[in-house]
């Protein structure tokens, strides 16, 4: 079964600190993409990034960072210098290639406080 | 502006109320689903829909109904809500579900329904 872990539930930061959003997925398939989406206190999701099963290549993008590593299953979320406009709840996804259902699994999010 | 739009976005009823939350995209996307979001739970899927015509069941399909008369609509109906469908409801559209090569998935802005 397919599966997704984000085993911190909350985080607490202080602003211009540093933090690594934690992200493990479960799944047989060869084929898959990985997505990490915002959801900041006004409650839509904003889309992050997505990464496939066959691009391990580290993304930066401004203060973000993603670390993806097939060996341990991960896809890790860096956030560096971070402020208090990223105080949101964040949520890491998988989809399958082979899906049937045009499903994305959700890990459970870590939500996310950036302290002034 | 390509976009999914979703209806009302806050809503209070009462148990067994019948509602109707709507769903509209603009892309001439043939798949759509709703998921429903849950503190601890993340996003689960309720219902999908490969076309017009064609739906099926999701994870936690329980409670609810959709329809597809349209491509471009997809309402989710809770014939007699109950308090364990307080949720934030989230509708998404992708292009189609093919798995050839990822298309994005598009959400819609969510609606906050709270059964008393």
């Known amino acids: 079964a397919q599966k997704v872990t984000q085993a911190q539930t909350e985080i607490s930061v202080v602003e211009k600190e540093d933090v690594t959003l934690d992200c493990v997925y479960e799944t047989r398939d060869t084929t898959y993409y990985l997505f990490w989406y915002k959801q900041p206190p006004s409650g839509e999701l904003v889309f992050l990034i997505r990464?496939?099963?066959?691009?391990?290549q580290n993304e930066i993008s401004g203060r973000y960072s993603w670390n993806f590593q097939k060996s341990t299953s991960s896809f890790n979320f860096t956030i560096t210098a971070s402020q208090v406009v990223d105080s949101a709840v964040y949520f890491c996804a998988l989809i399958l290639d082979s899906s049937n259902t045009g499903k994305l699994i959700f890990g459970q999010g870590t939500t996310l406080q950036v302290k002034p | 502006e390509a976009q999914v739009t979703q209806n009302p976005r806050y809503l209070i009823t009462v148990t067994g109320k019948k509602l109707t939350v709507t769903c509209s995209q603009n892309m001439n996307h043939e798949y759509m689903s709703w998921y429903r979001q849950d503190p601890g739970l993340g996003l689960r899927q309720i219902y999908y829909?490969?076309?017009?015509?064609?739906?099926d069941k999701g994870d936690v399909p329980e409670g609810y109904k959709v329809s597809r008369k349209e491509k471009r609509n997809f309402p989710l109906i809770l014939e007699s809500p109950s308090p364990n469908q307080t949720s934030l409801y989230f509708c998404a559209s992708r292009r189609s579900p093919d798995s050839l090569s990822y298309n994005e998935q598009f959400f819609g802005p969510g609606t906050r329904l709270t059964v008393l």
């Open positions: 829909s490969m076309n017009v015509e064609v739906t």
């Open positions: 990464r496939n099963s066959f691009d391990e």
